[in-house]
């Protein structure tokens, strides 16, 4: 099963750029690279995915690199409400019966500091 | 729009009790996912079901049972709790039929304590 590896915590000031990094060096051809986030008490909310290219939506950024056995989740600008547990979660791609190897392992905490 | 929506959200066993976790989402979604999550840990896939009328084992389905009662609920049982199941339980869904290459959604999970 293809894993990722990610920092167990990180420190941001509020309102500066934040730069999550995930390894997943044995990623497959058609692995989806997916983000989701805990906050405290919460179930996992989705962040962003991608496949090769980056990607942008309302809340981050995703930057993969050129051979995909790494990507950065960028937040621009941290608020408190980003504190969080960030996940980094590799799916295999197409229609598939494979759920059971999806592996959440334990994401980096992010620390806001006002 | 609810979303995901899991009941209870609170529940105290005894060792031994059964009990059923329920799920139900209304957006239509194909695939229906229940996990774990111990203290300080990652989550942890016990049962899916990829499409109504199947389910399959996860990571850690020993000591549970699932039902797909149609596409919108999702439900999971603990026929004879034991303390080791105390953990929070969280129910998802997702659009695409058996895979992740969609947005999935969470509830706002079951915190469950067996004594």
């Known amino acids: 099963d293809a894993k990722t590896t990610q920092p167990n915590s990180m420190e941001s000031n509020e309102e500066e750029p934040v730069h999550l990094p995930c390894n997943h060096s044995t990623i497959s051809g058609t692995d989806y690279i997916h983000w989701y986030r805990q906050l405290p008490s919460q179930g996992p909310e989705y962040v962003i995915h991608?496949?090769?290219s980056n990607v942008n939506n309302r809340m981050a950024s995703l930057a993969i690199a050129e051979d995909r056995k790494s990507s950065t989740l960028i937040l621009h600008r941290a608020t408190l409400r980003d504190a969080a547990v960030y996940y980094c979660?590799?799916?295999?791609?197409?229609?598939?019966?494979?759920?059971?190897?999806?592996?959440f392992g334990t994401g980096t905490r992010l620390t806001v500091i006002p | 729009n609810a979303g995901v929506t899991q009941t209870p959200k609170f529940q105290v066993l005894k060792t031994g009790q059964s009990m059923t976790l329920q799920c139900a989402q209304d957006m239509n979604h194909n695939s229906m996912y229940w996990y774990r999550q111990d203290p300080g840990m990652g989550l942890r896939l016990i049962y899916y079901?990829?499409?109504?009328?199947?389910?399959d084992k996860g990571e850690v389905p020993n000591g549970y049972n699932v039902s797909r009662l149609n596409k919108r609920e999702f439900s999971l049982r603990l026929e004879s709790a034991a303390p080791s199941q105390t953990s929070v339980y969280f129910c998802a869904s997702s659009e695409a039929p058996g895979g992740w290459n969609t947005e999935a959604f969470f509830g706002q999970g079951t915190r469950l304590t067996v004594v």
């Open positions: 079901s990829a499409s109504e009328g199947t389910t």
């Open positions: 991608g496949l090769t």
């Open positions: 979660i590799l799916s295999p791609g197409g229609v598939q019966t494979g759920a059971n190897n999806l592996f």
